[in-house]
């Protein structure tokens, strides 16, 4: 029985190699040189063509190759009841919270000037501003939001939440629903998205949530393009309301090469790296989900598929 492998973001030869070391037992098909449609049992994806997953009569589990599945969802074809898992690897959550770790404590000392004040050769001390005056209010709660949420208290930051289900976390101000969500906007200096993209989530950061942010206030996204309405961003930027952002994530990728992101001095653009899933960390989730689904049971990180995550 195999793993059908469909991704062209990730390396067929890293999972292969990771996967055998684990279990020498299962095969492995790369889409779409896949030749045995009967012997798939579960299909590992990124961005899949949509219907790749039809006709694999004993499909039994769909596995993210990411902690986000809206590519999945975007398959209008995709099999019905077939249990969707997403990843949560320890490795993939560090590199995000070392990423936004990185974006917070960048905005949060200024860097942005120091540098631009060292390519005019000015030796100008930026003193650093108190932490109180960087709270900040992260969106999405989840594996992620609460691994960097952790790191932000530790550093000595306010942070608070907003997720969908009410939530009680010892030193973090929560937040759910819709009338958290204003509540959260006021009082976030940095405001990071770490929201999964659903279409409750979608287009989320825009203009309105922008006006409830303070002055100054900064925007951080590293979920996905999507929640964000660029122009909308760059609006208020431009019109001197918010202070920056930090992307990592575009509607459109590759951001093309005329997106006037690229060269704002306000924004900070990087490729979608923040957290790259690493094959040989992830790996055992997934045999381990697939031992799951051969006997009948739902695999680890099931995502339920009225919520999209
Ligand atoms: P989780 O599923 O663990 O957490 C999702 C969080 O979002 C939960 O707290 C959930 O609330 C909250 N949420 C979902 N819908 C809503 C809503 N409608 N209103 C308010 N809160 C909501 O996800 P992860 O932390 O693992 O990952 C988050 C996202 O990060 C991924 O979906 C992916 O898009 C992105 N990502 C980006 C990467 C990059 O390289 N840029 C790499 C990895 C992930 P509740 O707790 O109530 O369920």
């Not at 492998?5 to 890293?14: G, N, Q, R």
């Not at 109180?132 to 992620?144: A, H, M, N, P, T």
């Amino acid at each position: 029985m195999s793993i059908l492998f469909i991704s062209k973001a990730d390396s067929p030869t890293e999972w292969q190699q990771a996967l055998a070391s684990l279990d020498p037992e299962i095969g492995f098909q790369v889409w779409p040189d896949s030749r045995k449609p009967e012997d798939i049992e579960a299909a590992l994806v990124w961005k899949h063509p949509p219907g790749a997953l039809l006709g694999l009569p004993n499909l039994k589990l769909i596995q993210s190759l990411g902690a986000g599945v809206d590519h999945i969802f975007m398959d209008p074809r995709l099999p019905k009841n077939v249990p969707i898992a997403r990843l949560v690897d320890s490795e993939l959550t560090r590199q995000m919270v070392e990423y936004v770790v990185l974006a917070v404590l960048s905005r949060h000392r200024r860097l942005d000037l120091i540098r631009g004040a060292q390519l005019l050769r000015d030796w100008q001390v930026i003193p650093p501003v108190p932490i109180s005056c960087s709270r900040v209010g992260i969106l999405g709660f989840g594996e992620i939001g609460r691994a960097t949420g952790n790191s932000l208290v530790n550093l000595g930051f306010k942070v608070a939440s907003w997720t969908r289900t009410p939530h009680t976390v010892g030193a973090v101000t929560s937040y759910h629903g819709p009338e958290g969500f204003t509540s959260l906007l006021e009082k976030s200096d940095i405001l990071i998205c770490l929201l999964p993209l659903t279409a409750k989530t979608r287009g989320l950061l825009n203009a309105e949530a922008f006006a409830t942010l303070p002055t100054d206030a900064y925007v951080i996204n590293v979920a996905r393009g999507a929640h964000l309405i660029e122009q909308d961003l760059l609006a208020a930027i431009d019109n001197g309301h918010l202070s920056g952002a930090w992307l990592d994530v575009f509607d459109a990728e590759p951001l093309p090469s005329n997106h006037p992101f690229w060269a704002h001095p306000k924004i900070v653009v990087t490729p979608h790296l923040a957290g790259l899933t690493v094959a040989s960390s992830a790996a055992s989730q997934v045999v381990h989900n697939l031992q799951l689904v051969r006997i009948g049971k739902p695999p680890q990180n099931l995502v339920d598929p009225t919520v999209g995550y």
